[in-house]
């Protein structure tokens, strides 16, 4: 048996599918398909062509070019309102029919007078000769005659393509006139609207390309109707029921491979499935429902090959009748067989051909019925009990006791009649290892054997796990043979009900890959797909069961790989249309395959993409501002939901910027808040470590949520405090970092951050227990720098550069604090240094009574710093 596909896979197919596969080797059937088609007499078909004769005259042969002429230049400028009259046409400027006519009058006048010179001079009176001088004479003017049409001809010809020139010419400069216009129409149009007329017709525009269409640049055609069957499913327009019909209108009217439409036949008939398949498939009424769909299958492309080898001998209406193509299986055995044709049988005969062949082929073709007849009229006792019984277990099996007998009759007389012999094996599932050579040549028909030799629920012949597991190794052990017949491998996967590695396996090919994501798609929507449970996963894997190993395929990869070949910037509708279908489907850890993809496509965009992508997805820009289209907005779900788990996924992997950009859309401000805090957190950090200054895009962001936040909430909660604190310490660091210490010391006298006055102290102390972690982090950073800060104010050597109390404090615009200017840097210097010597005792004393535990290298700083202020003079 571990042979047994290798060997088949050197006959191919039957005819019916023989075009499967991207080579595919000529069977027997095929061969006599080819001869048949070869004895039609092939029609001959004798072109006419009609000669220019030449006797005309000069006058005639110019008004035949000319009505020529004008007949096809009247076609060509049909659609050209501005060009006249061809030139050559016109009498007035065309050809000078006259000039031409006296020409070649005198040509022939000189050669007749030259002629009759010289016959004159030589004076030869010999009849012959005088013949042959007239017959001279003859041939010259009949040349002469030839060569001046010729020439004429050759004159409308030249004329001819010069005009065609000129009416291309011209029609190109009518497009370009009228595109002109257009142009300058458009413009003048748009130039009488102002600029939220041009962002309203933008957006109409995004709203317009959204909807589903037939055509996409980054998708072929049949990829493009196949994202449109999608779109309307996703939208309810299509039902589950109706989804492989769609798909298989796609196929045959896209001009596709019969391969192809073969395919999908083969998962139209493997559907037929029990609703509880995922869950008990190796149960036996599973294993049943998939022998008997693949059975059906194979018996029915058998009837429609016969129905298209003898064309219009049975109607299409009576192919599927029981009974109904006993004249096919008469023919096509004459044909095939034409070897056993008036050859006896011992059991008798029908139609001049040996009974058993008969009930073979009715049996191959799935006709009991004809099969049952046929025995009747041979008087097959036997047989016909035979094929009772077998027809009353609906074709699944024979009852044990008559099993036995069958096996007997087989043993005694297999190998005399090899027709008799597989019928016998067919009937009783007997000798499953028999090849039976001179019979079977094709792959169909030994799947259909070996599928016909399953009993249940006898484990002990052929069993559907056997068969699985022979053709699964038999394609993984002899990958050189399968290598050429692909797409047959594939359909032999899905007959046997291996629908996970046959999608694999046809998503490697170029030419399928599109085919196989779709099968995936409805057996998927079917309940018939094993799905892998981490997005992680390698496409096919394989869980070890204690019946048997099934397999299970990685769908939400199958999908997002498909989509990488779609354009971002075109066909984002497609994209999410295929996500969409995952939103039923949760990892083993709980995320939603939908969410993780569409997060996933947002982290592997670069900056200028994802800022598309999230204004056209769901509707928003870095900066927080609004927009009017979203695609999710077309779908079935709550879009505000989406973004905020959308976010909490890429808050989750560390993408904290787009992840508070989307919770802000989504109208979860505190959770957007709280993110704006860690960012706003991180930067101060960087900016007081490195000098260098944070992302512009998180400061932006963040500046523009705080404003919005403060001019729609009346109360702020300890997050809200907290974010504009944050942003309040960033430009007061900023300052500093940018030696403009004046303003950073302003800045920090307007924070209530620190006391400056011994009032103060008891105040901040309170406020400490109310900080949050993000401001705690960076709060000896803060006394440091302001000490810092104060020791350089205080410095013999620093002199202030600009007068304060006139400069504009750029503190954030939602800032709690009030914005009065400080008088302290207008005093004289000495008055200067007494204050900073003030406040410095208050900040020492502040800092001995602070609750948090300082490095000893802030101490050390901080005590240096204050030494020289207490020093300053």
């Not at 059991?347 to 008969?358: H, Y």
């Not at 900066?623 to 808050?651: C, F, K, S």
């Not at 109310?770 to 350089?792: K, N, P, Q, R, V």
Request: glycine share 2%; with cysteine.
């Amino acid at each position: 048996m571990s042979s047994t596909f290798s060997w088949l896979l050197g006959i191919g197919r039957s005819p019916s599918t023989s075009n499967l596969s991207n080579t595919t080797s000529q069977t027997p059937l095929n061969q006599s398909i080819v001869t048949n088609s070869s004895q039609i007499p092939p029609s001959s078909s004798t072109p006419t062509t009609t000669n220019l004769s030449l006797h005309r005259n000069l006058n005639q042969l110019v008004d035949e070019g000319q009505r020529s002429s004008l007949k096809t230049k009247r076609e060509l400028i049909s659609n050209l309102d501005q060009l006249n009259t061809l030139a050559f046409l016109n009498t007035s400027t065309g050809i000078n029919i006259q000039r031409i006519q006296d020409q070649f009058e005198q040509i022939d006048k000189t050669l007749q007078t030259t002629a009759a010179t010289t016959t004159v001079t030589k004076s030869r009176d010999d009849t012959i000769e005088q013949q042959l001088d007239g017959k001279l004479t003859n041939n010259l003017n009949d040349y002469l005659k030839h060569e001046r049409e010729k020439t004429l001809l050759s004159m409308l010809r030249m004329i001819e393509d010069k005009t065609y020139d000129e009416i291309t010419r011209h029609s190109n400069y009518v497009l370009d006139n009228n595109w002109q216009k257009q142009r300058q129409l458009i413009l003048s149009t748009v130039s009488k609207h102002d600029q939220s007329y041009l962002d309203e017709a933008n957006a109409m525009q995004i709203k317009r390309f959204e909807t589903p269409r037939s055509l996409s640049r980054g998708l072929s055609n049949v990829e493009a109707a196949y994202a449109k069957v999608i779109a309307l499913y996703n939208v309810g327009k299509i039902a589950r029921q109706n989804l492989i019909d769609e798909f298989t209108n796609v196929v045959e009217s896209s001009n596709q491979p019969q391969a192809a439409i073969d395919l999908w036949n083969v998962v139209n008939y493997m559907s037929q499935l029990p609703s509880d398949y995922l869950t008990n498939r190796i149960s036996l009424p599973s294993q049943q429902a998939i022998v008997l769909s693949a059975r059906s299958y194979l018996e029915y492309s058998f009837r429609v090959q016969l129905s298209k080898l003898f064309i219009n001998l049975v109607s299409d209406d009576d192919l599927h009748k029981p009974g109904s193509i006993y004249k096919l299986i008469i023919r096509y055995i004459r044909q095939k067989h034409p070897n056993i044709v008036h050859i006896i049988d011992d059991d008798g005969n029908t139609d001049d051909l040996p009974i058993w062949s008969i009930i073979f082929y009715c049996l191959r073709a799935g006709d009991l019925q004809s099969a049952l007849n046929a025995a009747k009229r041979c008087h097959l006792t036997s047989a016909v009990e035979w094929l009772t019984n077998y027809i009353k277990n609906n074709n699944q099996s024979i009852d044990p006791t008559i099993r036995l007998k069958i096996q007997d009759v087989y043993d005694r007389e297999h190998l005399t009649n090899p027709f008799k012999s597989i019928v016998l094996s067919v009937l009783s599932a007997y000798d499953v290892n028999n090849m039976h050579e001179l019979i079977i040549n094709s792959i169909d028909d030994l799947l259909w054997l070996r599928l016909s030799q399953i009993v249940f629920p006898n484990q002990d012949l052929m069993t559907l796990n056997k068969l699985q597991k022979l053709v699964y190794n038999e394609g993984s052990g002899n990958r050189s043979l399968f290598n050429e017949k692909p797409v047959q491998f594939a359909m032999c996967l899905l007959l046997t009900g291996q629908f996970e590695t046959a999608i694999d396996l046809l998503n490697q090919i170029e030419q399928f890959h599109c085919h196989a994501v779709h099968i995936g798609i409805h057996l998927h929507e079917s309940r018939l797909l094993s799905t892998a449970s981490k997005s992680d996963s390698p496409m096919l894997t394989t869980t070890l069961t204690a019946e048997d190993p099934l397999k299970s395929l990685n769908y939400q990869r199958l999908l997002t790989t498909y989509t990488e070949k779609c354009r971002y910037d075109t066909e984002l509708w497609q994209i999410i249309n295929y996500f969409y279908l995952l939103k039923q489907i949760k990892q083993k850890d709980g995320e939603n395959c939908f969410i993780e993809s569409l997060a996933i496509l947002l982290i592997k965009l670069n900056d200028n993409d994802t800022d598309n992508l999230l204004e056209r997805l769901f509707g928003v820009n870095r900066q927080g501002v609004l927009t009017e289209a979203r695609i999710l907005d077309h779908l079935d779900i709550d879009t505000n939901v989406v973004t905020a788990n959308v976010g909490l996924y890429l808050e989750k992997h560390g993408h904290l910027e787009l992840a508070a950009v989307l919770y802000d859309r989504a109208k979860k401000s505190r959770q957007a808040c709280s993110i704006y805090n860690r960012l706003l957190s991180e930067a101060i950090h960087t900016l007081i470590t490195s000098n260098t200054p944070g992302s512009s895009n998180v400061l932006s962001s963040a500046r523009s949520f705080a404003s919005r936040l403060s001019s729609t909430q009346n109360e702020f909660d300890r997050t809200t405090n907290t974010l504009y604190t944050l942003l309040d310490i960033y430009v007061y660091i900023e300052f500093f970092k940018s030696q403009q210490f004046e303003r950073a010391y302003e800045i920090i006298q307007k924070l209530s951050l620190l006391p400056f006055a011994h009032t103060q102290i008891d105040q901040c102390l309170e406020s400490i227990n109310y900080y949050s972690s993000e401001i705690l982090d960076c709060y000896s950073d803060i006394i440091l720098i302001t000490l810092t800060l104060m020791a350089i104010l205080a410095s013999v050597e620093y002199k202030s550069s600009t007068n304060i109390s006139n400069q504009h404090l750029l503190l954030a615009s939602t800032s709690s604090l009030d914005q009065r200017t400080s008088n302290i840097l207008s005093t004289n210097k000495q008055g200067l240094l007494d204050e900073l010597k003030r406040q410095a005792d208050v900040l020492f004393r502040f800092i001995g009574l602070l609750p948090m535990k300082l490095h000893n290298h802030v101490h050390v700083q901080l005590m240096e710093c204050f030494s020289r202020i207490k020093n300053a003079c």
